[in-house]
T-cell receptor
Framework: EPEVTQTPSHQVTQMGQEVILRCVPI?????FYWYRQILGQKVEFLVS????????KSEIFDDQFSVERPDGSNFTLKIRSTKLEDSAMYFC????????????FGPGTRLTVT | GQNIDQPTEMTATEGAIVQINCTYQ??????LFWYQQHAGEAPTFLSY????GLEEKGRFSSFLSRSKGYSYLLLKELQMKDSASYLC?????????????FGKGTKLSVIP
């Protein structure tokens, strides 16, 4: 069964450093999302992406964040200058088409900022 | 913001039935999702309700009342593997983009 994959599974970085989290959505999916979940807290929407541009973004997704689909398979989330409060599990999700509603989540990348 | 409220924790016995309630703000609401999340894992889709009423899918059913801003997830014939967090999520986005606003989740413990 097709699945969303994410790399790395765990990333440790120092405050102020840039990180890139990578996702490979399911191949025929057209809509892509990033969510984050701080330990013990709720899952929070960051950004949605369709047709090579951002569809919607939350207040969390400030100028430090960016997303890119550099080729036909990868979808990346970049944090330019990490802060301690960016430590969280980051989930990528994808959805097939306009009429579909189910989002398939990847296994997540645990980001630890020290 | 749009508040999604659900109980923090519930405990139920193997083989029993449990109902997990969720309330949400109705303004701008499009539809209601339920996801299951085992500890340390990604959320997995359980159900989606857009119309009032009950949707049944095997041991799991989900109910929606749009006028009351209320949903519940019903789990029957509980199994130990059903111990997980159950996330209620509402779609408030425009143009069918399905941007999800999640509740804090209900941690369900199934005991023998």
């Amino acid at each position: 069964e097709p699945e969303v994959t994410q790399t790395p599974s765990h990333q440790v970085t120092q405050m102020g450093q840039e990180v890139i989290l990578r996702c490979v959505p399911i191949s025929n999916h057209l809509y892509f999302y990033w969510y984050r979940q701080i330990l013990g807290q709720k899952v929070e929407f960051l950004v949605s992406f369709y047709n090579n541009e951002i569809s919607e973004k939350s207040e969390i997704f400030d100028d430090q964040f960016s997303v890119e689909r550099p080729d036909g398979s990868n979808f990346t989330l970049k944090i330019r200058s990490t802060k301690l409060e960016d430590s969280a599990m980051y989930f990528c999700a994808s959805r097939e088409a306009l009429g579909s509603y189910e989002q398939y989540f990847g296994p997540g990348t645990r980001l630890t900022v020290t | 913001g749009q508040n999604i409220d659900q109980p923090t924790e519930m405990t139920a016995t193997e083989g029993a039935i449990v109902q997990i309630n969720c309330t949400y703000q109705t303004s701008g609401f499009n539809g209601l999702f339920w996801y299951q999340q085992h500890a340390g894992e990604a959320p997995t889709f359980l159900s989606y309700n857009v119309l009032d009423g009950l949707e049944e899918k095997g041991r799991f059913s989900s109910f929606l009342s749009r006028s009351k801003g209320y949903s519940y997830l019903l789990l029957k014939e509980l199994q130990m593997k059903d111990s997980a967090s159950y996330l209620c999520a509402a779609d408030y986005s425009g143009a069918g983009s399905y941007q999800l606003t999640f509740g804090k989740g209900t941690k369900l413990s199934v005991i023998p």
